[in-house]
């Protein structure tokens, strides 16, 4: 299959559409800026890659000073260690031998680790892991009141214990996740809740402190909690993502950080004064979150979407001027899921494609 890619120095709006533009002098300002927050608060960074699922940008990333990534999916951590990448946690469950097995043979070649929340995942990570003469890093997941995944405070100092005593594992640490809070529009509240969430997760690394086990790492924080649980005393990581592009629905909590993510479109029909039908759809960009917000031109809006069509409101007489083969860029209220859908981020530098980025991570679910 031939992915037709441009050449570098290709105008903006002579890029074939509908496809992923990132400004790269926002993105590399965002990387720049949270390592630059984290290093004052005295904080590593373990970037969440189930945002961008490129090495390109965890490359970049490491670069900065972080210590390694993360990665949602055992897929997504095949991705990031073929392409070099060494650090990996997976802050999330590993589930069953056939996945459990990917896990071990990654942990033959880089540095990995996994959150568990149950004993009899233990016994398996362990079974697989010293079966393979590997060893795996582990973390207990706590609850701070996403109420997903994770055991309740008290749970942890019994998984320490036996995760510390499994040959071929490693006991690292605690994780928690305070994605109930990052998103929270009122500064205060997130703040609060956000504090909430951490002195539950502290609370626990006490604990399995009390009872002899040493606690290395004690990892949270989404893009919205950067810098508030980074600045609570004990916690030693941030798991951030979403803040090297920024997304509609970020944007609506805080402007810390600059959007540097849009799809870009082609109008191919105007047959009414007001409205244009350009060609993304529901294939190109999501809407879990919402409607995207069309950046330019100005005073246009989106109306609806169906799989390969969108229909722009066209309110004013300056956007109703806008022709067939004119370039529609519109912001993604969720980056993630839009990500996903594409193969390639066109990576734009003052107006010219710089490079055509591969996603090697998008579909990397399993």
């Given at each position: 299959m031939t992915d037709y890619l441009p050449l570098p120095g290709t105008p903006l709006e002579e890029?074939?559409?509908?496809?992923?533009?990132?400004?790269?002098?926002?993105?590399?300002?965002?990387?720049?800026?949270?390592?630059?927050?984290?290093?004052?608060?005295?904080?590593?960074?373990?970037?969440?890659?189930?945002?961008?699922?490129?090495?390109?940008?965890a490359r970049k990333q490491i670069a900065a000073g972080a210590i390694g990534v993360c990665c949602a999916k055992v897929g997504e951590a095949e991705v990031m260690v073929e392409a070099g990448v060494l650090e990996v946690m997976i802050p999330?469950?590993?589930?069953?031998?056939?996945?459990?097995?990917?896990?071990v043979a990654?942990?033959?070649?880089?540095?990995?680790?996994?959150?568990?929340?149950?004993?009899?995942?233990?016994?398996?990570?362990?079974?697989a892991a010293s079966a393979a003469?590997?060893?795996?890093?582990?973390?207990?997941?706590?609850?701070?009141?996403?109420?997903?995944?994770?055991?309740?405070?008290?749970?942890?100092?019994?998984?320490?214990?036996?995760?510390?005593?499994?040959?071929g594992l490693r006991f690292d640490g605690l994780m928690g996740y305070e994605g109930h809070t990052v998103a929270e529009?009122?500064?205060?509240?997130?703040?609060t809740e956000a504090e909430k969430a951490m002195r539950i997760l502290?609370?626990?690394?006490?604990?399995?402190?009390?009872?002899?086990?040493?606690?290395?790492?004690?990892?949270?924080?989404?893009?919205?909690?950067?810098n508030i649980t980074g600045r609570v005393a004990g916690v030693t990581e941030l798991q951030c993502g979403s803040y090297i592009f920024m997304d509609g629905?970020?944007?609506?909590?805080?402007?810390?950080?600059?959007?540097?993510?849009?799809?870009?479109?082609?109008?191919?029909s105007r047959q009414k004064q007001d409205v244009a039908i350009v060609d993304m759809g529901l294939k190109s960009i999501s809407i879990d979150r919402g409607l995207a917000e069309v950046i330019s031109p100005p005073g246009a809006s989106i109306i609806k979407h169906s799989e390969e069509h969108t229909a722009v409101r066209l309110s004013d007489a300056a956007s109703q001027r806008l022709k067939v083969g004119d370039k529609v860029q519109a912001r993604p209220t969720h980056g993630d899921t839009t990500i996903n859908l594409h193969d390639?981020?066109?990576?734009?530098?003052?107006?010219?494609?710089?490079?055509?980025?591969?996603?090697?991570?998008?579909?990397?679910f399993r």
């Open positions: 890029l074939d559409t509908p496809c992923i533009v990132i400004d790269l002098d926002a993105a590399e300002a965002n990387i720049a800026k949270l390592q630059a927050a984290a290093n004052e608060m005295g904080v590593d960074v373990r970037p969440h890659t189930k945002t961008n699922k490129s090495p390109y940008w999330n469950q590993v589930i069953g031998k056939r996945k459990i097995a990917r896990l990654l942990a033959r070649s880089a540095r990995i680790i996994v959150a568990v929340e149950a004993s009899s995942n233990v016994d398996d990570l362990s079974e003469g590997a060893e795996l890093g582990v973390i207990v997941e706590i609850n701070v009141g996403m109420d997903r995944c994770g055991v309740d405070g008290d749970g942890a100092v019994e998984l320490a214990r036996q995760i510390v005593g499994a040959p529009r009122d500064y205060e509240t997130r703040k502290t609370g626990a690394a006490d604990q399995i402190r009390a009872a002899g086990i040493d606690v290395k790492i004690v990892s949270a924080a989404g893009t919205g909690t950067y629905d970020y944007l609506e909590v805080f402007n810390d950080f600059k959007p540097a993510l849009s799809v870009l479109s082609t109008v191919i390639y981020y066109f990576g734009v530098r003052n107006g010219k494609l710089e490079a055509a980025i591969p996603i090697p991570g998008r579909g990397k």
